[in-house]
Structures are given as C-alpha cells and as structure tokens.
C-alpha cells in the first residue's frame, strides 16, 4: 500500500519586513542579508497571532468534508507552543471542525518535530488504511531586536495531510535518524528567546547531514544520481546549501549544476518568509515542487530534517502522476505578494507589543483565526 503527502499548504502572517531596510538600520551591509545568508524578506507577527491561529489557517483551506470526517490523528510539531499542558492540536481539532474520535497531540524536538509526526502519521495510516492524519508544523522564531539572530527570524505553519494512495508524494520505507546531545541552540523554560551557539549550530548541522547521507548510502545502496532533488531544513537559505555542497565536492559539475538548480528552486519561498522552524523543510518542499521546471511523476525526492540538540533525519518519496495538479502555487504566490511591509519602526512595535495572558483584554484583528479575546488566561479565537 502506498502512503504519502496527499495534500499540503502553508500560511505566514500578513506583515513582513524588508531585509535591506532592517540592514541599513542595523548599520549592517544589506549583502550580508540578501547574498550572506540568503534572505529578501522576513514574516512578521503582531501578538494577536499564534501558532494555533497559522496552523488552522494552513489545514482550513485544504481539507474537505470527507477529510474531516477520516482524520483520526491530529499531530503539531512546534517549538513555540502557548501552554506547557494542553496541546495546541486539541485547539485546532475544535476549529477545524474534525471528528471527535481522534487523537490531538504535539511534539517537540526543536525543527524536527514536524518529521517525527510525518513518520508517526505514515505508520500509523499503514494500519489503519481508511484514516487520514493531519501533521501541522507551526511555529514563531524569534530572536530579539538588533541581536545576532535577527535577521533569521519568521513565522508561520505548513499543514500536511498523510493518507494511502497519496496524490502528491509516497513516502518510502529508506530512512535514517541520527541523535547527538549537543547545545547548539535551546530555549530552557522561562527563557523568551533560543540561547545560540551560532558557529557550533552551522557545523552540527553540515556535520550531521554528512554523516547521517554516508550512512544511508551504505544502508540503501544510494547514490546521489537516484535523487531528483533534495529538500533541506532552512533556518535560513545559505543553510541548506552548505550542507549540500559539502557532498557535491567530488560530483561532476553536470550533477553539481542538476542538484543546485533544484535547490534553487526550494528556496523561493523560505527566501519570502524566514525562518519557519519546523515548518522550514516543508516550506521548502512546497517551494520546490511549485517552483522546478524539471520534476515529473516517479522523480525521487530527498528531506533532510534538522533539529538543534541535535536530531537528524534524512527519508525519501517518490512524486505522483499528475501530482503538479494538486499544488496551490496561485494562492500561494497571492498570499505573499499580498502582505503589509512594515517600516523598521512598525515592525520594532509590532515585535515588542507582546501578549500579556494575565491580562484580560479583547482585540479587533480581523485575520482568520486570529486572537479576539484573553479572559483567566485562556485565548479565544475568531473562528472564521
């Protein structure tokens, strides 16, 4: 039986900054933004948004009746989550409107949690053959003003629906896991910003991918030629792209050229928007499969998911017949092409205007889903 990504969407706030106007306030040339880590734009979030607020609005448009009628699992992977007891996907379970008999959970395990609950979901739909499981990666990344991780901050969710005889991607059985303690980036409890090991963070990373790519090829009999391309978590663009040269350095420079170019074209999107957290591998596999000019039915697609601490996992699927038919790459291009930009000062109050829980208070935004009330610290949500 084949099991795999039949549907998948993404939602980003409706703000954003311009990354050369927060260089020149920030006294930083705008190439090491645009050329240095690869970004033009950075989602912005005011505090009446949540990751409750972007993962309904992602799963919202996508799922029909006879999906919220086969979803028996609801899974968010995030590490942004708005209380340390319940889980967000209960929240989201009631606004979407699904059937009562599922399970509501989250996971965490910092970018990699969404890819935990992939592979959760594509077992458990191997058993259980007329579900459907919904996987929402969902997060804010946030770093503080004028600090060094600024301009790799964003906001965002990408809603992902695993059936059988999927209509997108089918998941294969090759895939491999690798877990290092390391603290390259973590956020202990209290804390409102990541602590960051930048340097340490950027070669864990490169490293992890080597080593868990050299595996695979030993476990699977793989070599770069059986992939059409590669989606690669992306803090940010230049990220994924180190990782990737650091095994095309013995390639010939056709395959260099075939792998980059692909590449290239999962970035155009997460370019947009920022960092997505556990939503980033998957934005850009949105990114790649609405922006490639060459992919077609049967190619081979790689995911490299990353989490900080570290948790590495490198799978592969197989893209559908006809699968081109089933993307959103309109409404998609219209949802970023229609946001606000912010002024560097917009922005700077929209980032310190923070929700104050404690503090009953009602609120007029009229985004989808958006925070309209706090009363004993629960939010209420606009459910429209």
């Not at 700077?348 to 958006?370: G, K, N, R």
């Amino acid at each position: 039986m084949n099991v795999g990504i039949d549907k998948i969407n993404f939602y980003v706030p409706p703000y954003y900054v311009n990354m050369v106007e927060l260089a020149q306030a920030r006294a930083v040339d705008p190439n090491k933004f645009l050329i240095g880590i690869g970004q033009s734009e950075m989602a912005v979030s005011p505090k009446t948004q949540d990751i409750v607020t972007f993962a309904t609005n992602a799963a919202k448009e996508m799922l029909t009746k006879e999906d919220l009628a086969s979803i028996d699992m609801i899974i968010v992977g995030t590490e942004s989550s708005i209380d340390e007891s319940k889980a967000s996907a209960v929240v989201l379970h009631r606004l979407l409107g699904i059937q009562p008999f599922a399970r509501s959970f989250e996971i965490k395990e910092a970018c990699y949690g969404a890819t935990a609950g992939v592979q959760m979901a594509k077992n458990h739909v191997a058993l259980n053959p007329n579900s459907k499981v919904l996987v929402i990666a969902s997060d804010v990344a946030r770093y503080g003003l004028k600090s060094g991780g600024e301009p790799t901050q964003g906001a965002g969710a990408v809603a992902i629906l695993i059936s059988q005889n999927p209509r997108l991607l089918v998941l294969e059985e090759e895939n491999l896991s690798f877990t290092q303690d390391i603290y390259d980036f973590w956020r202990p409890i209290g804390y409102d910003y990541p602590l960051v090991d930048g340097p340490l963070s950027n070669e864990t990373y490169v490293q992890a991918f080597q080593k868990v790519w050299q595996e695979y090829q030993k476990r699977y009999e793989r070599t770069l030629k059986d992939f059409s391309a590669f989606s690669f978590h992306i803090p940010y663009t230049k990220m994924g792209k180190k990782a990737l040269l650091s095994i095309l350095e013995t390639e010939t420079s056709e395959e260099q050229t075939r792998l980059l170019e692909q590449y290239e074209a999962s970035i155009c999107y997460s370019r947009r928007v920022g960092n997505l957290y556990t939503g980033s591998l998957y934005l850009g596999f949105i990114s790649l499969l609405e922006n490639s000019k060459t992919l077609k039915e049967g190619d081979r697609i790689g995911f490299f998911s990353y989490g900080s601490g570290s948790v590495a996992e490198l799978f592969s699927g197989k893209l559908v017949k006809n699968y081109h038919e089933h993307l959103n790459t309109q409404d998609h291009q219209k949802l970023l092409n229609q946001r606000q930009a912010l002024s560097i000062r917009e922005y700077e109050q929209m980032f310190e205007d923070s929700l104050d829980i404690h503090q009953s208070a009602t609120f007029a935004d009229p985004t989808p889903y958006s925070i309209i009330k706090i009363e004993n610290t629960i939010r209420e949500y606009r459910e429209s």
